[in-house]
């Protein structure tokens, strides 16, 4: 069984950041890389950032430049530094770990950008 906890959500002001956390639990026992997706009133799920075991990174052009992803491997946590939100930010973040054969889920953190 493995579980992924995501913390960090809430309300913050156009400009401001957050730092959401990911950590991961369970019988794990190899991991091909862990990401960020996003899911927005009306919207379809979006990926966000991604990283691998080897700290290869992406991101989404929406948020190139203003989050960054990181990882702890020894804490099986991955992060993402949220700056300069802006009100299309808005939604709710999920984190997936993808391991060989399968991927899981986080149960999702609310992030909200509003004056």
């Known amino acids: 069984q493995v579980q992924l906890v995501e913390s960090g959500g809430g309300l913050v002001q156009p400009g401001g950041s957050l730092r959401l956390s990911c950590a991961a639990s369970?019988?794990?026992?190899?991991?091909?890389?862990m990401g960020w997706y996003r899911q927005a009133p009306g919207k379809e799920r979006e990926a966000v950032a991604g990283?691998?075991?080897?700290?290869?990174?992406n991101y989404a052009d929406s948020v190139k430049g203003r989050f960054t992803i990181s990882r702890d491997i020894a804490k099986m946590t991955v992060y993402l530094q949220m700056n300069s939100l802006k009100p299309e930010d808005t939604a709710v973040y999920y984190c997936?770990?993808?391991?060989?054969?399968?991927?899981?889920w986080g149960q999702g953190t609310q992030v909200t950008v509003s004056s």
């Open positions: 997936k770990l993808v391991a060989p054969g399968r991927g899981y």
């Open positions: 369970g019988s794990i026992f190899s991991i091909n890389h």
């Open positions: 990283i691998t075991v080897g700290g290869t990174t």
